[in-house]
């Protein structure tokens, strides 16, 4: 049985009542957190076997540090921690003692091929620093998630007949020009509809949006269902 709970679901910084990224993967007991924004640590009633990390910036991580000193402070010895390099970087800007080493057990998220008992596949996507899509399989289930991302052809791979596909839904228009580091709700659509997967969960919301617009466009590209993130959703997967 694997069941997901969105911890948070905006992007930059949380609206009222809400979170920066957040999602808690539960497969047959095992509690895995990927990605800690602002505002989830709060939302997680009890600890976590393995966080995994897809990028640095503080939206997407800065709440490691609240759960790693709960670890830490009872006793349960160093949790596994699956980020880039930049990420540990944070963590001991914040607070260089007890140094992040002494709390976690770092893992290259690029390098990894396992976290407990999901098999896990990465895909470097393009975004301001390094970020890292993930691909996350058990016997029955593929979760795929995004982190943060504009339009890019390894969406297909990591996407791939996903059970759920949780993907970055910044934007509600593109840009007008220059590099892409973030998605419209119509681009996810789109990149799961060329991935056949079965759902899409849109995440990452620019605070103020209006979620159910966002929706309406990633329905124009995507037949399967569309699911906007909302703090304690819970889906099963």
């Given at each position: 049985m694997t069941d997901l709970t969105v911890l948070g679901s905006c992007g930059a910084w949380p609206e009222p009542n809400r979170a920066c990224s957040g999602?808690?993967?539960?497969?047959?007991?095992?509690?895995?957190?990927?990605?800690?924004?602002?505002?989830?640590?709060?939302?997680?009633?009890?600890?976590?076997?393995?966080?995994?990390?897809?990028?640095?910036?503080?939206?997407?991580?800065?709440?490691?540090?609240?759960?790693?000193?709960?670890?830490?402070?009872?006793?349960?010895?160093?949790?596994?921690?699956?980020?880039?390099?930049?990420?540990?970087?944070?963590?001991?800007?914040?607070?260089?003692?007890?140094?992040?080493?002494?709390?976690?057990?770092?893992?290259d998220l690029a390098g990894a091929t396992a976290v407990g008992p999901f098999r896990l596949e990465t895909r470097r996507l393009p975004h301001h620093v390094?970020?890292?899509?993930?691909?996350?399989?058990?016997?029955?289930?593929?979760?795929?998630?995004?982190?943060?991302?504009?339009?890019?052809?390894?969406?297909?791979?990591?996407?791939?007949?996903?059970?759920?596909?949780?993907?970055?839904?910044?934007?509600?228009?593109?840009?007008?020009?220059?590099?892409?580091?973030?998605?419209?709700?119509?681009e996810a659509g789109t990149a799961a509809a060329g991935a056949n997967a079965k759902r899409l969960l849109l995440t990452h919301f620019w605070p103020g949006?209006?979620?159910?617009?966002?929706?309406?466009?990633?329905?124009?590209?995507?037949?399967?269902?569309?699911?906007?993130?909302?703090?304690?959703?819970?889906?099963?997967?």
């Amino acid at each position: 049985m694997t069941d997901l709970t969105v911890l948070g679901s905006c992007g930059a910084w949380p609206e009222p009542n809400r979170a920066c990224s957040g999602f808690l993967l539960e497969h047959n007991g095992f509690r895995l957190v990927m990605d800690l924004g602002f505002g989830t640590a709060a939302r997680l009633a009890r600890t976590v076997d393995a966080v995994l990390v897809t990028h640095e910036h503080p939206d997407h991580c800065v709440d490691v540090n609240a759960v790693g000193r709960r670890h830490h402070y009872t006793g349960e010895g160093r949790l596994p921690l699956y980020c880039p390099p930049g990420v540990p970087r944070v963590l001991e800007a914040l607070e260089p003692h007890p140094h992040p080493t002494d709390v976690f057990d770092v893992h290259d998220l690029a390098g990894a091929t396992a976290v407990g008992p999901f098999r896990l596949e990465t895909r470097r996507l393009p975004h301001h620093v390094p970020n890292f899509g993930v691909r996350l399989t058990a016997p029955g289930v593929t979760v795929a998630y995004t982190g943060d991302t504009g339009p890019a052809p390894e969406l297909t791979d990591l996407a791939r007949d996903a059970d759920l596909f949780i993907a970055d839904a910044t934007l509600q228009s593109p840009p007008p020009a220059g590099p892409r580091y973030l998605m419209t709700a119509r681009e996810a659509g789109t990149a799961a509809a060329g991935a056949n997967a079965k759902r899409l969960l849109l995440t990452h919301f620019w605070p103020g949006s209006d979620r159910s617009v966002s929706v309406a466009q990633a329905r124009e590209t995507f037949a399967g269902e569309v699911l906007a993130a909302s703090e304690g959703l819970r889906i099963r997967c």
